[in-house]
C-alpha cells in the first residue's frame, strides 16, 4: 500500500464549479497534512496546510481532515482556469521517529474548462 | 522576492559525469531539503539539514548521491557517476524551525532539471 494516494486524475471541472481532490495516507499517526499546488513545469507551490480534524478555509479553498479515515480533501469553489495544475497532498509521517519528511502523493491534475 | 534559490536551472550531462546542484535557502531558514521528482509522480524526499547537520537521508540515496551544507547557508547535492535513471527535478525545500512539536511549513525552489544522455 502506497503511503499517500491521490486520484491521478485528471479531473475536469466547468469554470465556476467546486472541484474536489481527495487523498488518502496509510500512516495512522501522522499529523500534519498539506496541499501544494504544481504548474507543469513549475515547483510545488504552498495552499493549505491542516493539522486538526475538521474543516480550514483560506479564501476559495478548503482543507478537510479526518483522521479517523484517515483522509484529507481539497475543494476549489468558483474554479477558474487559473486553478488548472496538478494538485498535490503532501503527509509528514508520524511513525518514523521524528522525520521531517514529506511524503507526497502522486497528484491530481485538474483542468478548469472556460 | 528572497524566496528559495537553485542553481543551475537546468543540466544536461552525459552517462557517467558528475553534476553539482545548489541551493540557497530563504535567509531566516534553518532546515533545508532535498527532494527528486520524475514525470507523474509527487515529490521524493532525499535528505534534509538542519543548520549544517545532516540529520536524514532516505534509503533510496544511493552511495553516488552526496549532500553537504557546511556553513548552515546554501547547500550542494552531488551526483556522482550519473546514470539515465537520475534524470529528474530536483528540488531544494526550506522552512524555519520553531522548536518540538512544531511542524513548519517547506517552501520549494524553481528546481534543477537533469537530463542525462
Known amino acids: 500500500q502506497k503511503e499517500v494516494e491521490q486520484n491521478s486524475g485528471p479531473l475536469s471541472v466547468p469554470e465556476g464549479a467546486i472541484a474536489s481532490l481527495n487523498c488518502t495516507y496509510s500512516d495512522r499517526g501522522s499529523q500534519s497534512f498539506f496541499w501544494y499546488r504544481q504548474y507543469s513545469g513549475k515547483s510545488p507551490e504552498l495552499i493549505m496546510s491542516?493539522?486538526?480534524?475538521g474543516d480550514k478555509e483560506d479564501g476559495r479553498f478548503t482543507a478537510q481532515l479526518n483522521k479517523a479515515s484517515q483522509y484529507v480533501s481539497l475543494l476549489i469553489r468558483d474554479s477558474q482556469p487559473s486553478d488548472s495544475a496538478t494538485y498535490l497532498c503532501?503527509?509528514?509521517?508520524?511513525?518514523?521517529?521524528?522525520?521531517?519528511?514529506?511524503?507526497f502523493g502522486k497528484g491530481t491534475k485538474l483542468t478548469v474548462n472556460p | 522576492d528572497t524566496g528559495v534559490s537553485q542553481d543551475p536551472r537546468h543540466k544536461i550531462t552525459k552517462r557517467g559525469q558528475n553534476v553539482t546542484f545548489r541551493c540557497d535557502p530563504i535567509s531566516e531558514h534553518n532546515r533545508l531539503y532535498w527532494y527528486r521528482q520524475t514525470l507523474g509522480q509527487g515529490p521524493e524526499f532525499l535528505t534534509y539539514f538542519q543548520n549544517e547537520a545532516q540529520l536524514e537521508k532516505s534509503r533510496l540515496l544511493s552511495d553516488r548521491f552526496s549532500a553537504e551544507r557546511p556553513k548552515g547557508s546554501f547547500s550542494t547535492l552531488e551526483i556522482q557517476r550519473t546514470e539515465q535513471g537520475d534524470s529528474a527535478m530536483y528540488l531544494c525545500?526550506?522552512?524555519?524551525?520553531?522548536?518540538?512539536?512544531?511542524?513548519?511549513?517547506?517552501?520549494f525552489g524553481p528546481g534543477t532539471r537533469l537530463t542525462v544522455l
Open positions: 525545500a526550506s522552512s524555519p524551525f520553531r522548536g518540538t512539536g512544531y511542524t513548519d511549513t517547506q517552501y
Open positions: 503532501a503527509v509528514r509521517p508520524g511513525t518514523q521517529g521524528g522525520s521531517e519528511k514529506l511524503v
Open positions: 491542516i493539522y486538526s480534524n
